[in-house]
Every structure is written in structure tokens, then in C-alpha cells.
């Protein structure tokens, strides 16, 4: 218990030290110190919530998807501790587990909903034991720091085999990978799916990840594609199917960035996001509501009010123009924001960052698997930035996109944002999470935008 106490302390500290020095929200750093002196000190912080955790990981839509489950927690009444900041790493955790720490060293909260970093997985759950861990989806992401998809799935497939039988699994029957774990584990998972074919295509797009039969390396036949390899199909050989999804969203309406609605288990939802993407974020977080005990009439009536995180579609007004702020950090990912900023939110201004730091990934050769050519005869301004915005520039040419210079400092990017804007326009600004940060911090200096962990 001492050493527990001193852990919490040393680590409140350092992160309030933080947060004072301007070094940083004391998003990681404090669960570095504490767990330096109590390597332990995460599972035993997360033994002291009343009800305890849900664990959320997958490629794309992390940081939504337990925001959802969070504010549905909150809605009834129940006190949540959560790593809202998009912190992943177990570091990350620890930092916002040690936030909701009283000076006895006891954790004060009911539940733990987590994002937690696919690599990162199967120490989070050996550390917090979740009631509850959801897969979103497995794309290529960050090669040079996870490997191929395949690998991480045996990770993630292990991990959630030494799961208590009374713990929840949640999978997406839609990822062919995320399917291949789940029909491996001890005990039957709760699977959630698409199923609107009005808004899928019929083809996988060049870039897609998932295409083999993992159990005969037979190209998979899709009778519908959602968003990358997410969607219906099967294996010639009927080595492997789709599960039937538990939990699926029929009746999909979609607006722009704006809003979506769609029907689950009878009962409609609109919410204030946008993009096809969200429509899988936000039926998770339903499944994953719903295995945790919660009412489908009040998880609908409670998404109503949502507000997206920081750098999720978040809005931002800047010298007369809004700026919509998506993170676009794989081609997956990058192609499904580009896709709803031009067919369905109609944007003609862009601002695409691309950073290499050790958070967004130090090989940037995936941006030749973005179609970008989707902007060619649509966009009106397109500003390459980043630290490897020359990087993009030089796609953006082979795409035939007359894009502006490429800007490296995020102060040059906005002062050419509005020069080459109206006030009144609305600007798309598709970034990886780095260069999201920057630009995000560069508005916070000029004072239009709020730091990332005060959001």
C-alpha cells in the first residue's frame, strides 16, 4: 500500500509539473514515474473501481469509440476515469488512472474505459482484466512499429483467450482479420456488422489489407464493402464466412460530416458525426453499452448529444473560416475522410498534413495507397504541410493535384490558409496525429483553440 501511495503521488505531481511548465498535459510522463516505482501500480488502481473497465483497441476509431462508451457510462450516473486524450500507450493509461487518484492512493471512479494501442493490447488486459475489450478493426498502420496485420491479430488473439469466461469480447464480424480471432477464442464473442448495402460498394478498393482466406489463402469474395476490407464476404472454398452479427445498424443515412443516422435492433439513432466510419464507431459503442448492462432506449437518447474528441471531426473557427479537423493517419483511414469530405460534405479546401514522428510512423510510403485522385476536379485549395509535406507534394503531382507549396511550419500553413480562402469557407484538414497536434497547438497559440486535454 505504500508503495501503491508514493507511486500515485510521485505521479500526480510530475504531471501537475507538466501541465505548469508548459512541457505537455501530463498525458504519459506521469504514468512513466509511477510505474518506475510500482510496476504494478496499473492493476492495482484498477482494482479499486466499483464496476470495472472496458478496454477498446483496433486501428481506426479508438479514440471515438471509447468517448462513446464513456459518455453512455456517465449518462447514468456512473464516475468514469478514461485516457481521453488519446494517450494509448500503457503509460497513457496508467497517466489517466493516476488522475482520478486521491491522496490515499485509491482510484475514484466506478468504471475504466480505455483506448489502448493494438500492440499494446496484451499487456493491458494481463494488467486490467476488463470486464468487457472491443476490436474495432485491424488495418495497415505503422508497419514499421507493428508488423503486418496478421502478426497482431495472434497477438490480440491470445490475449483475449486468457480472459475470465465472464468477460465480454466484442468483435466486428465485418474485418475478415478481427473475424479470424474471434472464431479462435475458448468463448463465443458478441459481434456487431454492417448491413445497408445502399451505402457499400461492391469492390474492395487497390489498397485493401484483408483479401485472403486466412484459413486456405483463397482470395476472399465480397458481396459488399464498407469502409477498406470491412464488409460481407466469404471464402470460395467455405473455409470462412462472416459471422452472423449479434448487433448490426440497418438503414444508414448519411450527411457530410455533419450527422448520421442509422437503426439498431429497432430503434433509430442520429448522431452528430459524420463519415460511414463513425456508423461502425458508434454501433460498437452500442454493443459494447449493451454488454455492459445498459438500456438500448436510453444508449439511443444518450448519443444524441454527443461531441466528437479533439481532432474527430472537431470544428474550429479560425479568422472568419471553420475548420474540421479529421485524423487521417493510414490509407484505410485517409481514403474514408477523403471520400466524405468530397462526396458528401462537398469540400473544395484542404489543408493534408503528414508527419513521421514515432506516433504517426516513420514510413510514409502508405501515401501511395491513398486516393488522393479523388480530389482531382474538386478541390479549390489544397495545402501539402507537415514535416514530410514535400513527401505529399510529390503524390499530390502523380495524382495531377494542383496543390500550393508544401509548408512545413504549421504557423506558414494558416497564414496561407487565409490567404488563399474567404471568410465564410469551410476547410477540411486531414492530418496524422502529429501534425494534427501541431497545427492544433499553433491555433491554441494564437488563441482560437483550446489545449487538446483541457477538451
Known amino acids: 500500500m505504500i508503495r501503491k501511495t508514493a507511486a500515485v503521488w510521485a505521479g500526480k505531481a510530475t504531471g501537475t509539473l507538466s501541465r505548469v511548465t508548459k512541457r505537455g498535459g501530463g498525458t504519459t510522463l506521469p504514468g512513466d514515474v509511477a510505474r518506475a516505482i510500482d510496476p504494478k501500480i496499473l492493476t492495482r488502481l484498477t482494482e479499486d473501481l466499483t464496476e470495472g473497465s472496458a478496454v477498446i483497441t483496433g486501428t481506426n476509431g479508438k479514440t471515438t469509440t471509447a468517448r462513446l462508451v464513456t459518455w453512455l457510462l456517465e449518462g447514468v450516473g456512473q464516475r468514469v476515469v478514461s485516457n481521453r486524450a488519446g494517450a494509448n500507450l500503457i503509460f497513457g493509461v496508467t497517466a489517466a488512472a493516476l488522475s482520478k487518484a486521491g491522496a490515499d492512493g485509491r482510484l475514484k471512479a466506478d468504471w475504466g474505459v480505455f483506448e489502448i494501442d493494438e500492440a499494446s493490447l496484451p499487456k493491458a488486459v494481463l494488467e486490467i482484466q476488463p470486464k468487457a475489450t472491443l476490436v474495432l478493426n485491424l ?22 483467450s486468457g480472459l475470465p469466461a465472464a468477460a465480454h469480447v466484442v468483435l466486428n464480424a465485418d474485418d475478415p482479420r478481427v473475424a479470424e480471432i474471434g472464431l479462435s477464442l475458448p468463448n463465443p464473442p458478441l459481434w456487431f456488422g454492417l448491413d ?16 485472403t482466406c486466412p484459413r486456405c489463402g483463397s482470395s476472399l469474395v465480397f458481396d459488399a464493402v464498407y469502409v477498406g476490407h470491412d464488409g460481407v464476404y466469404n471464402c470460395p472454398n467455405h473455409d470462412f464466412t462472416r459471422p452472423a452479427p449479434d448487433v448490426t445498424a440497418t438503414d444508414i443515412t448519411l450527411n457530410g460530416f455533419e450527422s448520421l443516422a442509422l437503426t439498431i435492433g429497432g430503434t433509430r439513432i442520429e448522431m452528430p458525426l459524420g463519415g460511414l466510419y463513425n456508423c461502425y464507431n458508434v454501433l460498437a459503442a452500442y454493443a459494447t453499452a449493451c454488454s455492459l448492462g445498459l438500456d438500448a432506449a436510453y444508449i439511443a437518447e444518450r448519443l444524441r448529444t454527443f461531441k466528437a474528441a479533439f481532432g474527430r471531426q472537431e470544428r474550429i473557427e479560425f479568422r472568419g473560416r471553420e475548420l474540421i479537423l479529421v485524423l487521417s493517419k493510414n490509407p484505410a483511414g485517409f481514403n474514408e475522410t477523403v471520400r466524405t469530405a468530397v462526396e458528401l460534405a462537398g469540400g473544395t479546401n484542404f489543408v493534408l498534413g503528414l508527419n513521421d514522428r514515432k506516433a504517426d510512423g516513420t514510413d510514409v510510403s502508405w501515401i501511395w495507397d491513398v486516393d488522393f485522385e479523388q480530389l482531382k476536379d474538386t478541390a479549390r485549395v489544397v495545402i501539402p504541410a507537415g514535416n514530410r509535406a514535400h513527401d505529399l507534394a510529390v503524390r499530390l503531382k502523380y495524382a495531377v493535384i494542383g496543390a500550393e507549396p508544401p509548408q512545413t511550419d504549421p504557423g506558414k500553413v494558416l497564414d496561407l490558409l487565409v490567404k488563399r480562402t474567404s471568410e465564410g469557407d469551410t476547410v477540411h484538414v486531414l492530418c496524422t496525429y502529429t501534425a494534427m497536434l501541431d497545427l492544433r497547438a499553433e491555433l491554441v497559440r494564437r488563441g482560437w483553440a483550446h489545449p487538446y486535454w483541457e477538451t
Not at 488495418?139 to 490475449?159: H, M, P, V
Not at 445497408?196 to 483479401?211: G, I, Q
Open 139 to 160: 488495418f495497415r498502420d505503422q508497419l514499421d512499429r507493428y508488423g503486418e496485420l496478421e502478426s497482431i491479430a495472434k497477438k490480440i488473439e491470445k490475449a483475449l
Open 196 to 211: 445497408d448495402t445502399r451505402v457499400a460498394s461492391k469492390e474492395l478498393p487497390h489498397a485493401a489489407d484483408a483479401r
